[in-house]
């Protein structure tokens, strides 16, 4: 299979398949990003995420979910050729990422395994329901906040800044580098709560936004509308994608928020008011048609394909 997220199609028909519903939480769904866990009166979300900013990943799937996060637990898998110094890193890591959303690590479980060529990293973020988690209805508009590629752009300055300063200056790679703060969706979700607004979330992450579009899409069983044009890119993000020819539509984007409403124009300058960039990027439709307008030509939104950080990683 290929790195990365598991596609829709195997999801299907190895996972989701195989699974009964049991005890009290709900079962796994596409664009699902928590899972709703109700008993004796306590609704609890939970959410997991691997990788280098799992904290992140799986503590934004807790706010996307109507929800927020009160503690992570970890499993750390080491190889048996990493010194114990590496262990010391990554709990420093997670610590870090910890303090930048507010949350501490409540406990996991660390093992050496003969099994893995390096550190393995799983992170469960557990938080407290604030509100029902709600699927889009057709004829709400879609509002998505930040811009696109945040976190993937990262990934590839990372891995490939010589060759970048060997074509645009380093002005370019510092405003394109996001900050910590700006990946998490936490500000953003609860603002949309607190509106007591009808309507969905999903944040946006592994396979960009036209990943997260799909999986919104899939999991309230409706089309789109999408205007390509008014989905925001920061310019130095683009000037980095064009030199390794990476499409920022299925770049890794965190920190972006999808949210639908009646008026999306009503909650864009709401966002505004607390400092968070957000505009309508389109609308919910009936049926499954998902369409995609730019100013050359219209396509429909496929299942969500490979994201370019693989390219890199």
């Not at 004829?139 to 990372?158: A, E, L």
């Not at 510092?174 to 603002?191: G, T």
Request: proline share 2%.
């Amino acid at each position: 299979m290929k790195r990365g997220k598991v596609s829709d199609t195997i999801l299907d028909r190895s996972v989701f398949k195989l699974l009964g519903r049991r005890g009290n939480t709900s079962k796994p769904a596409y664009g699902q990003d928590a899972a709703h866990i109700h008993s004796q009166g306590w609704d609890t979300l939970a959410a997991a995420a691997t990788g280098s900013l799992a904290v992140y990943r799986a503590v934004n799937n807790i706010s996307a979910a109507g929800g927020a996060a009160d503690c992570i637990m970890n499993t750390i898998i080491i190889d048996e050729k990493s010194r114990e110094i590496r262990l010391k890193e990554i709990i420093k890591e997670l610590d870090r990422q910890c303090q930048v959303v507010g949350v501490g690590i409540a406990g996991g479980h660390t093992t050496v395994c003969p099994n893995v060529n390096s550190p393995v990293v799983s992170v469960t973020a557990i938080g407290h329901k604030l509100r029902t988690h709600q699927k889009a209805v057709a004829g709400q508009d879609i509002v998505m906040t930040k811009h696109i590629g945040m976190s993937g752009i990262r990934t590839v300055i990372s891995h490939k800044r010589d060759e970048i300063l060997n074509v645009l200056p380093e002005d370019v790679i510092n405003k394109a580098f996001a900050a910590d703060e700006e990946l998490i969706i936490a500000k953003e979700a609860q603002i949309f709560i607190k509106q007591n607004i009808d309507g969905a979330m999903h944040d946006a992450s592994e396979g960009g936004i036209f990943a997260a579009l799909w999986d919104m899409a899939e999991y309230s069983g409706t089309g789109l509308d999408i205007d390509l044009r008014h989905i925001s890119v920061k310019q130095e993000i683009i000037e980095i994608c064009e030199l390794f020819n990476i499409n920022p539509y299925i770049l890794d984007s965190m920190g972006c928020l999808l949210m639908t409403c009646e008026n999306g124009c009503d909650i864009v300058n709401t966002m505004k008011q607390n400092g968070i960039e957000a505009a309508v990027i389109g609308k919910i439709t009936d049926g499954n048609n998902r369409i995609i307008h730019n100013t050359e030509e219209d396509r429909y939104l496929g299942l969500p394909e490979q994201d370019e950080i693989y390219r890199f990683i």
